[in-house]
């Protein structure tokens, strides 16, 4: 029973048995399924692409008694009543995990249409709007600093992503940090010889900026004399804190 015929499945079915389409009879489904029972050669397995449009519940089960088999099209067998079919003998199939990828790959799609409004740009150049928004005023362009001293007595928070070269070793040094100030806050993401780390220890100790956020170190693993390091860092008493609070979200369920 397909609501939309795909031919070559149609054309495979018909060339091994005698198929019955209700979608294509015209009939009400009470009349094609009682002339279907009523045939010399009974149908003794359906074939259905799902939805709500049949149901394959006792009515239908009752209607038609010499099935035997019934399989879903697709994945979902909501639309079978299972307990009504093992009463009855009759097994239940479906297509398993064919569609497994592509139903996969149709998820990632909607979201990068969701997140970016994929469909609704399209409805938008279709409908001829695209060039009725003309004249925006332009942002004005990022304001250059000549040298991260200069971008630091402007920047409450400085963040270092540079490649490591002769250039950019230790180009946060005492001077950027100091000019960065004491609320200011310096992250690193880049290379860890980028900054003067024995300057930002310093600096960090005396209260001279107000923290670091470190992805890399200038001296692996541990940084300036492992002083980067906080001091609960793998401690018993962190770890008996961090164990507790994951069996503190663990749901239990009786049986």
Known sequence: MFRVRELRFHAALRERYRVLDFFTSG???????????????????LVTAGGDSVRVDAAFLDAVPSLRFVFSAGAGLDHIHLGECARRGVAVANSGTVYSTDVADHAVGMLVDVLHRVSAAERFIRRGLWPLQQGATIPPAPRYFPTVHDLACESDVLVVACALSKETRHIVNKDVLDALGKDGVVINI???LSIDEEELVSALAEGRIAGAGLDVFEKEPQGACGALLHGQ???EASLRGFHEGV?????????
């Open 233 to 235: 860092c793998g401690a």
């Open 190 to 192: 880049g290379r860890g």
């Open 27 to 45: 009939e009400p489904l009470p009349a094609f399924l009682a002339a279907a029972a009523a045939d010399q050669d009974p149908p003794r397995a």
């Open 247 to 255: 069996l503190r979200d663990v749901t239990y369920r009786e049986p």
